[in-house]
């Protein structure tokens, strides 16, 4: 039996009634959003521009902004990984307490309509495309090949959520059949990565710097990998297909060595800047990115005051994310020598009493730029997160709900220059969607499941991928990737 996915057409319908161009009352024949009529719109190629960059600007929210990191509560809390402690964060609150109807968490995790009003947007255009006439050279082309990458990038964020969707290849009007059927997740796929294809024939390979930040072919191959890495992961892929597997590889090989061949993407040597303080062209390990400016975010004393700084005497911010236990848990410990030399690196193990005796040293590097722990050095002190049976620490007060819940603090997104409350500074966190990083250890994944860790197949091992990112760190090079049979947060990686 067909299933029918009815609010496909609550959300298609509600939109049409507005936007719809079939109808002959002439209010209703207006441009999604613009308020201007279709005819305007698509007559002159500027005002079209303007249209197809409002694909741009519909993408999903990064880390920064749009209340992922500015709007109190970053989506990480809502994970093992983080806690959230203060009580203004509805949406983690909600998230922690099971509570997935409140409207505002819903927001958070109702992706649905957003991408189907980027994919309406997406088709008409596409209709459009031939209307004006004032074009630089070859400028229709290329408009059609960031439209259907913007297909397989908001029909990927549905895949990945939902699985079989109903595919929309029109725009839809009030007489069309809405009654669409949901397509099997084979057919999504297979859908996605057709029209990434298709993207490639029409975007150019990198576009001049007045463009910077449109889709390329950059953007193209790093997404296709994303795409096949999740579809061969086992909530796409409960039969163990190695196939999938092998061609999740392959997409991360091609994106690999085509930016090293280009030169246009290498891993960023100086990790911790990554995450702040430079625009994404000053960082070329960052691939995909959103050009909006909702997501970047201005860590100034608002952020200290409301969202991520410490809240002990001197910072008096308010820290609402608190890495968990279980993230600190995460970061390998380094082995060294009789000399000093680091020579490898072992798992944290509670069992170990020389680990838990020395628990903040010789850990993996970022460790120490994403988590502030007890009697770490920060900006002007050392971090009192302790408890010695009768009393706390000054960044630490149970019954305080800025204070943190596990004992710790997040660094990773706090610029030393903006110190604390009554001194800010200010500094720009860029949001981002794909770097580098992460296609070598999309590739480490999907070749440890094909071929094993130690199997080349022409090219990198697992292993030499996963110690690419680990030269860039000075860490030394393992020998051994987590089973993840054995190990259940093997799909936690710490990028």
């Keep these: 039996m067909k299933k029918y996915l009815k609010r496909t057409f609550v959300a298609v319908a509600s939109t049409i009634l507005v936007l719809t161009t ?6 209703l024949d207006v441009a999604i959003s613009t308020g ?22 519909g993408m999903l929210p990064t880390w920064a902004g749009n209340g992922k990191f500015s709007g109190h509560g970053m989506m990480e809390s809502a994970t093992d990984m983080s806690e959230y402690s203060a009580s203004y964060g509805v949406t983690n609150q909600s998230f922690n307490v099971g ?13 649905w309509s957003t991408c189907y009003k980027n994919i309406r947007k997406a088709w008409k255009m596409l209709d459009h495309v031939n209307d004006f006439s004032n074009e630089p050279f070859g400028r229709k082309e290329t408009m059609k090949g960031e439209c259907h990458f913007m297909l397989a990038y908001n029909y990927f964020e549905l895949y990945r959520r939902y699985g079989g969707v109903p595919l929309v290849k029109n725009v839809l009007g009030l007489e069309t059949d809405n009654q669409i059927p949901r397509a099997t997740e084979d057919e999504v796929l297979e859908y996605i990565l057709s029209e990434l294809d298709l993207a490639q024939t029409l975007l150019p390979e990198e576009w001049n710097k007045s463009q910077y930040g449109r889709a390329d072919w950059c953007w193209i191959k790093a997404l296709r990998s994303r795409v096949l890495l999740y579809a061969a992961s086992p909530l796409h892929n ?6 999938k597997w092998k061609a999740a590889a392959d997409a991360a090989k091609d994106c690999i060595q085509y930016c090293d061949s280009t030169g246009r993407h290498t891993l960023y040597p100086d990790y911790q800047r990554i995450f702040y303080g430079e625009y994404p062209d000053k960082v070329n390990e960052i691939i995909m990115f959103a050009r909006n400016s909702s997501s970047s975010v201005s860590f100034t004393s608002s952020l200290i005051n409301y969202e991520q700084a410490t809240p002990g005497e001197g910072f008096e911010g308010q820290a609402s994310n608190g890495p968990s236990q279980n993230l600190v848990d995460r970061y390998p410990v380094i082995v060294y020598d009789g000399e000093g ?25 970022r460790f120490y730029y994403t988590i502030l722990y007890n009697d770490a050095h920060w900006i002007k002190r050392n971090i009192e997160t302790w408890f010695d049976g009768s009393g706390y620490g000054k960044d630490r007060d149970p019954k305080n709900e800025v204070f943190t819940k596990t004992g710790y603090y997040l660094r990773k997104y706090w610029p030393v220059a903006c110190q604390w409350k009554n ?13 580098l990083a992460e296609i070598y250890l999309n590739y480490a994944e999907a070749m440890n499941e094909a071929y094993g860790p130690d199997e080349a197949n022409g090219y990198l091992t697992a292993l030499e991928a996963a110690n690419k990112l680990r030269e860039r760190l000075v860490l030394p090079p ?6 993840k049979t054995s190990d259940p947060h093997y799909y936690v990686r710490v990028e």
């Design 341 to 365: 030399n680091a020579i490898g690196c072992e798992d944290f193990d509670w069992n170990n009493p020389d680990h838990v005796k020395n628990m903040y040293k010789n850990r993996d590097p």
């Design 22 to 27: 079939t109808s002959c009352n002439h209010y």
């Design 36 to 57: 201007q009529s279709e005819e305007y719109i698509f007559e002159d190629y500027t005002r079209a521009l303007r249209y197809l960059d409002q694909l741009y600007y």
């Design 478 to 483: 393992t020998d051994s990737i987590p089973n």
């Design 423 to 435: 001194v800010p500074g200010s500094q720009i966190l860029y949001g981002f969607y794909i770097r």
């Design 238 to 243: 409960p039969d163990k297909d190695v196939e």
């Design 99 to 111: 509570d997935w109807t409140n409207s505002s968490a819903a927001n958070e995790i109702e992706i």
